[in-house]
DNA sequence: CTGCGTGCAAATGCTTTGCAAAGAC
DNA sequence: GTCTTTGCAAAGCATTTGCACGCAG
């Protein structure tokens, strides 16, 4: 068995931690690679699908783009997320506003929910 | 200019407003080949486009997954959506439990928001 | 040393596009 | 008849995988 500690996971792992906002292969690819020059890009969706499996971080979707990631213990504040339409940048929103168990219809079960907010940020709205 | 009405525009609008949840590509063109056994996975993503962009239709994301679609009267219906984690597919669920503008950061402005709840479908739910 | 993790390049798989033919008006 | 839309096959792209080498333990 496995999980050995390199340089590209940990530069992985922190580019993730550091950005408060979830992030796309793409971007964690041009964060870490400040750090691993060599860094290549399959091994950031290697590492981020071994993260997936072991629930260290969470993906969150955005239509017509690629998935973003960000850490279970930044997850773990439970907050939502705000996508601008714009930039197509994504932001971290604290707290959570959903009321929702009631509405469930029968025979359903919730495990968890994701809220997305869209609109435009401080930067875009011209 | 254009906008010629085709059997296969319509079957697919027809099989995006029947079913009662958003369906992706592969549905929509599963369910309207049965209208039309010719029609083309291609033409199936160009009058999705179409639609998107005469705003006719939503897109909604899961992470992992295809982007689904809805028809904008079916969203203006407001209520979310449910997926479940094991076969994936995606329900309605009427109405919404959201209370979030006071909290959205300066600066920022809020136009529609996607709720997306995950957990097992009564189907599912061993 | 041993063998997991990485970089590279090739392979996938979903989505888009070019083009000639079919169909709408 | 004219011009849009379609089907098919090829092209694009993001993501995944095979393989040989490098590095962690």
Chains 1, 2 share one sequence.
């Not at 999980?3 to 993730?16: C, D, M, N």
């Not at 996508?83 to 506003?97: E, M, S, Y």
């Amino acid at each position: 068995m496995s999980a050995r500690a390199t340089k590209q996971k940990s530069v992985i792992r922190e580019a993730l931690e550091q950005a408060h906002r979830p992030l796309s292969p793409q971007e964690i690819y041009t964060e870490a690679r400040q750090q691993v020059p060599t860094l290549s890009i399959a091994t950031v969706y290697r590492v981020v699908r071994t993260l997936l499996s072991e629930k260290l971080i969470v993906p969150v979707a955005v239509p017509g783009e690629s998935d973003r990631y960000e850490t279970q213990l930044c997850a773990a504040h439970h907050h939502h997320h705000f996508c601008c339409n714009d930039c197509h940048r994504l932001f971290d929103i604290p707290g959570c506003g959903l009321q929702v168990a009631a509405q469930l219809p029968r025979g359903f079960s919730l495990s968890r929910h994701e809220v997305m907010l869209y609109g435009s940020c401080r930067d875009c709205r011209a």
